[in-house]
């Protein structure tokens, strides 16, 4: 079993914690917090050590109710690999720590590709993290926009791609975050950061992206232009974005236009936190215009999509499976992802 921790405990630590505990090959040897509170409750009640990164703190904890471990510096120790969800920039400080103990860790999409010098997503470079000891899994918009931008560019060669990234204000439970009452150009400046980030995973793209912020908290919505280098049929995409497991098609005969309606029906599917692992892309949406022009709305849930991406990354690190479609399709039977 490939022992694994997970620094910061939020809402992105807590679901990475639940799909690994879920899979055969993996446990949980802890998880960390900074503060007791509701996500300490539950990460007793799931039965995962708590290590806390200031071990002073332990007093609060106890008193709390919530036993300690011991520090962040003795989960450490105990695993094979780290995955570290801490919020975005905390997550840079803690590298010397697992340099420190020699050991193999990943972060998510809030630190900067320096961080690992490696950048990941399962379906564009799994092979390239067989044995890293350092890896970055990219953010949830370019996860999502690496798995769709991949799988096109693959069978028809994309020359360009243009896309709008319309951004939920901020997480469901995330009481501080905002706008109310706005939409905010997040960045002013075009392009955004997202188009860089893609290219962290795949080079060769070429890619300009804008992004703004709105007043919700559910999902995102990307609209994507992709123009190619070979011409192409909406069936022809169709097809393909069916056979990959993480690209989910919203037929018309759903009724979905929304992301509201979308987060109804990853509920109703009983999947746990209603997360929606794969991009929501609706089919409608699918246009190929002069041969060569292709079109199509997504919609991306930001706490979900990268967390079977951690998971396949965690077996990629510790030389499991040589291959993605591997890794995936044990993930994916073992958090419940089916069609
Ligand atoms: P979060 O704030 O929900 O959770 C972070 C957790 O880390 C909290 O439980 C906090 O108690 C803990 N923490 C803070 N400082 C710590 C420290 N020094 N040591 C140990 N634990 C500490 O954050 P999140 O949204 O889960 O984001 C985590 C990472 O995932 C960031 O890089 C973020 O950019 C990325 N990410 C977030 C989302 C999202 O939608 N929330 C999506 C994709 C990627």
Known sequence: ?????????????????????????????????????????????????????????????????????????DMIQKADIIVDATPGGVGEGNRVLYEKYGKKAIWQGGED?????????????????IGKQFARVVSCNTTGLCRIINLIDSAFGVKKVRATMVRRGGDPGDVKRGPIDAIVLNPVTIPSHHGPDVQ?????????????????????????????????????????????????????????????????Y???????????????????????????????FQAIHQEADVVVETV???RAMAGRCQTASESIAITNKAVGLTA
């Open 1 to 73: 079993m490939i022992k694994v921790a997970v620094n910061g405990y939020g809402t992105i630590g807590k679901r990475v914690a639940d799909a690994v505990a879920a899979q055969p090959d993996m446990e949980i040897i802890g998880v960390s917090k900074t503060k007791p509170g509701a996500e300490a409750f539950v990460a007793k009640q799931r039965g995962y050590p708590l290590y806390i990164a200031d071990i002073t703190k332990k007093e609060n904890f106890e008193k709390a109710g919530i036993q300690v471990a011991g520090s962040v510096a």
């Open 266 to 296: 990853a509920c109703d599917l009983l999947r746990p936190r209603g997360d929606l692992w794969e991009n929501g892309i609706f089919k409608e949406s699918i246009s190929v215009l002069e041969g060569t022009d292709l079109y199509l």
């Open 312 to 314: 396949d990354c965690i």
């Open 200 to 264: 962290s995973v795949l080079p060769n793209i070429n890619i300009v992206t804008s992004a703004m912020i709105v007043p919700t908290t559910l999902m995102h919505m990307h609209f994507l232009n992709m123009e190619l280098k070979n011409p192409a049929t909406k069936e022809q995409v169709i097809e393909l974005i069916k056979a990959h497991s993480r690209l989910g098609l919203i037929e018309k005969s759903t009724g979905i236009t929304s992301t509201a309606e979308l987060k109804e």
């Open 113 to 129: 590709h320096e961080v690992a010098g490696f950048s990941f997503n399962s379906s564009c470079n799994y092979t390239e993290a």
